[in-house]
T-cell receptor, first 117, second 111 residues
């Protein structure tokens, strides 16, 4: 596809359940970002990958959150033992060049809405 | 760290009027200034951006102005249309990996 694809679009999890959210970035894009967006708020940075290297994970809220991008393309965000406060939209974005001194447009997926009940 | 504020949080205009949204940031090293539009159920989409060596950029009905000294940049939408109704976010970039988004401005364009 031409854009960033995220799956599933919607996920309902029981509290304590583990979930995995998938992101397919635009082919050839070096940079990949994960964001968490609470209702009525702006996206909040979770983590950044440059190819397969996770260069910044400072935004991950706790050690229950884990992200990987093993081959430098598809990425998975995993949340263990989900809690109600994890309910949010999780957005993935990709960008053509490495994030650094020269910045450029990030293309966002439609997001995965996670509801923890 | 970077502090980003957007004003107003909500803006209601009549179709055909202009709308202006302001974004204030704290990190003087910021060098890239995009504006994103987010429609319901969709991810943010870039609508216009500007770099630190430029003061103003225009694309049809949309323009962005940058004041690096005062550390703010603004989104200007002229001749607003109902399809402009959405949430708009600023996201000033520094050289680091983390990007801080503003809290968003909800724009309502009344027909």
């Amino acid at each position: 596809g031409a854009g960033v694809s995220q799956s599933p679009r919607y996920k309902v999890a029981k509290r304590g359940q583990d979930v995995a959210l998938r992101c397919d970035p635009i082919s050839g894009h070096v940079s990949l970002f994960w964001y968490q967006q609470a209702l009525g708020q702006g996206p909040e940075f979770l983590t950044y990958f440059q190819n397969e290297a996770q260069l910044d994970k400072s935004g991950l809220p706790s050690d229950r959150f884990f992200a990987e991008r093993p081959e430098g393309s598809v990425s998975t965000l995993k949340i263990q033992r989900t809690q109600q406060e994890d309910s949010a939209v999780y957005l993935c974005a990709s960008s053509l060049i490495p994030k650094g001194e020269w910045n450029t447009e990030a293309f966002f997926g439609q997001g995965t809405r996670l509801t923890v009940v | 760290g970077e502090n980003v504020e957007q004003h107003p949080s909500t803006l209601s205009v009549q179709e055909g009027d202009s709308a202006v949204i302001k974004c204030t940031y704290s990190d003087s090293a910021s060098n890239y200034f995009p504006w994103y539009k987010q429609e319901l159920g969709k991810g943010p989409q870039l609508i216009i951006d500007i770099r630190s060596n430029v003061g103003e950029k225009k694309d049809q009905r949309i323009a962005v102005t940058l004041n690096k000294t005062a550390k703010h940049f603004s989104l200007h939408i002229t001749e607003t249309q109902p399809e402009d109704s959405a949430v708009y976010f600023c996201a000033p970039h520094t050289g680091g990996f983390k990007t801080i988004f503003g809290a968003g401005t909800r724009l309502f364009v009344k027909a």
